[in-house]
């Protein structure tokens, strides 16, 4: 049966490519064969785009979507498979809704999801660095085209490992129908090798940063930056020599290694410490809004919209920064056209929202600290937590990733829409029940000009490797490695654990305190458990509906008391003479089973090669 397995099903529409006239944005297919594509330079570019499409596929807060008579639905994506929000309850059944109740298996697991993507995509990457060299493009053009695609090519490789753990490597082999091919997973520090290794490959050949309309574009930073990722999972408690499918007889070297061994820490920290020695990437630290108005940790949000603001040169230090240099991306996925369908996903119904795309929960709102950094119950902070006002007195991250009952977004003729998720008297079609299951929204992403008028259309631009990333990577790793208060010194400044969450937390409009600590407790730099729970904390709140957290519980093996919860949302009533009270309340209750520390392989899959084998505890 080796000849009708998973690879063969992918070989339809290789080259149906894109027309279009941006490089990474897919417009319009056409069918074209090989010969033709990699005779004329243009469409030789345009297959080369065509790999980039699906970059940002698992990440996408729309990732799963289901059609039926040519209507597709959209609907969640990671974020409503973990704590973070709480799916949006419809008729359909799709992986989100499914690893939130514990019901995901082989079977109903939907079959177009990562296992799919990645290979069809890899397969591409295989045909065009095959073939790119009889294209009539510059040699220089061409050495950098065919690094892009070895980088895409590891990309779609630790896409599947963070998913499945070891897959089948096909090398640089082009499957046809007739062929036997390879169905056997390889070891999981075989493809950890294999990932790393191309993309030192690929960095050899691209520069550091692309700008302009090559913003989106595979460069030495993001090999690097994926490097880092790569490292850390590598080194995290999941796959370094824990004990996960033991008791199922699991071959334990498809999903992770067989002993720990403390040096993969180390390892992790030079990935990260590879990325900040270019030299290339910073946190973009800006306290004032594109018209210079004071508003603490503006920079957070203009990030995730440097298509408008990456060319502000003003980043509140003092410094002019040219045409982006600060910029945080190493890697995002760039579409030349504007939509609002993310805004769409997100908003509340009276700014034109669907809610697709899921309701933060008030689990996550608590973890935000104060203003001055401090837990919401630390009874020394000097501002003080209200949930009626959740924002008042907080960290301004939460007002750039929440919408709460009162926020203000903007729409047309009246920039002060105010969102009401309170039910009772005056209730609107944002209330709690009517509206949102959480008394929430995610704000995250929708840029401020749309997020209140669905009318209007943005970029959907977002990233998929940024720097703080690598910099909590690094803190995590030293910490791990060296202990806390382990420092290095790069160009004169102090990279450290500590440091890592002082300048996230400056950047995110904390206020620093007398002692400059940001709110960060006493003694931190001397405790490791207490540096780990910050560090986890901090990428909590930096990374939250950007893809992370969903992995990050499982490669700490905290999942089954994270995923395994009653999730909350809160409640506000208001009386007739206008008096508010609020209430805690139960909204949906996760469950977890071990197997779902990774994704189950389709049965269609497996069904056709005993050599695939299911990951464990799903059998």
């Known amino acids: ?20 006239t941006s490089n990474l944005e897919q417009v319009e297919t056409i069918n074209l064969d090989r010969e033709t594509v990699f005779a004329d330079s243009a469409y030789t570019a345009r297959f080369l785009s ?4 699906n970059v940002g596929y698992d990440v996408k807060p729309n990732r799963y979507k289901t059609e039926f008579m040519g209507w597709v639905t959209q609907h969640g994506g990671l974020q409503t498979a973990c704590d973070e929000a709480a799916y949006k309850v419809v ?43 009889g294209s009539p493009i510059t040699k220089s053009v061409k050495q950098q085209y065919k690094a892009e695609a070895r980088f895409l090519r590891a990309w779609y490789y630790a896409m599947l490992l963070r998913h499945y753990g070891g897959v089948p490597l096909i090398g640089d082999n082009i499957y046809e129908v007739d062929d036997d091919m390879k169905t056997s997973r390889d070891t999981y520090a075989d493809c950890v090798e294999y990932i790393v290794n191309e993309c030192e490959l690929a960095a050899r050949d691209l520069p550091n940063k692309f ?30 020599g824990s004990d996960f499918g033991k008791s199922a007889g699991f071959p334990k070297e498809l999903i992770g290694h067989l002993e720990y061994n403390k040096e993969r820490w180390k390892t992790a920290a030079d990935a990260a410490l590879d990325v900040i020695k270019m030299n290339t990437f910073s946190i973009y630290s800006n306290h004032k809004d594109e018209k210079g108005n004071s508003e603490p940790g ?49 908003g509340p119904p009276s700014c ?18 104060m203003k001055d950094g401090k837990n919401i119950d630390d009874l020394t902070s000097k501002y003080t937590y209200n949930p009626l006002k959740p924002a008042e007195g907080r960290d301004p991250r939460l007002a750039n990733t929440v919408v709460w009952h009162g926020s203000k977004l903007n729409s047309a003729g009246d920039r002060n829409h105010t969102i009401y998720t309170h039910v009772g008297a005056g209730s609107t ?17 929708s840029h401020r000009g749309v997020a209140g008028n669905h009318w209007i259309s943005t970029s959907q631009a977002f990233d998929l490797i940024r720097y703080s990333e690598i910099l909590l990577n690094y803190a995590e790793a030293a910490n791990e490695y060296y202990g806390p208060n382990h420092k290095e010194i790069l160009d004169g400044h102090v990279v450290s654990p500590y440091e890592v969450l002082r300048t996230l937390r400056e950047r995110a409009g904390i206020d620093p305190g007398s002692d400059g600590r940001y709110g960060l407790k006493e003694g931190i730099e001397s405790d490791y458990e207490k540096m780990q729970e910050a560090i986890r904390l901090e990428r909590r709140i930096e990374l939250a509906f950007e893809g992370h957290r969903f992995f990050d519980v499982r490669r700490w093996m905290i999942a089954e008391t994270t995923e395994n919860q009653q999730m909350h949302g ?3 009533t208001r009386s007739t003479n206008g008096i508010e009270k609020g209430e805690k309340v139960k909204v949906r209750k996760h469950t977890f089973r071990e197997a779902m520390y990774f994704f189950p392989i389709p049965y269609k899959e497996t069904v056709k090669s005993d050599d695939l084998l299911q990951n464990p505890y799903y059998e």
């Open 298 to 346: 503006w920079g957070f949000y203009a990030i995730f919209h440097n298509n408008d603001f990456y060319n502000v040169s003003d980043a509140g230090d003092g410094i002019t920064y040219p045409d982006g240099t600060y910029c945080e991306m190493l890697f995002e996925y760039r579409p030349t056209a504007a939509g609002k369908e993310r805004e769409a996903l997100f």
């Open 570 to 572: 809160y409640k506000i």
């Open 429 to 445: 079609s944002d209330a709690f029940g009517a509206g949102t299951p959480t008394g929430y929204y995610i704000r995250k992403f």
């Open 1 to 20: 049966m080796k000849k009708v397995v998973f690879l063969c099903l992918f070989i339809a529409g290789t080259f149906a490519i894109s027309s279009c």
């Open 91 to 133: 008729s359909d059944v799709t992986n989100d809704v499914m690893f939130a109740t514990g019901t995901i298996n082989p079977v109903n697991v939907k079959e177009d999801d990562v296992w799919k993507i990645a290979y069809v995509n890899i397969r591409r990457a295989n045909v065009f660095m095959r073939y790119v060299d």
């Open 50 to 53: 065509q790999i980039y499409t």
């Open 352 to 369: 034109g929202g669907d809610g697709n795309g899921g309701y933060v929960y008030h689990d996550l709102v608590e973890q935000f600290p």
């Open 211 to 240: 700008r302009g309309i090559n913003t989106g574009r595979a460069t030495a930073g993001s090999c690097k930056g994926l490097i880092s990722r790569v490292r850390l999972y590598e080194a995290s408690k999941l796959f370094n």
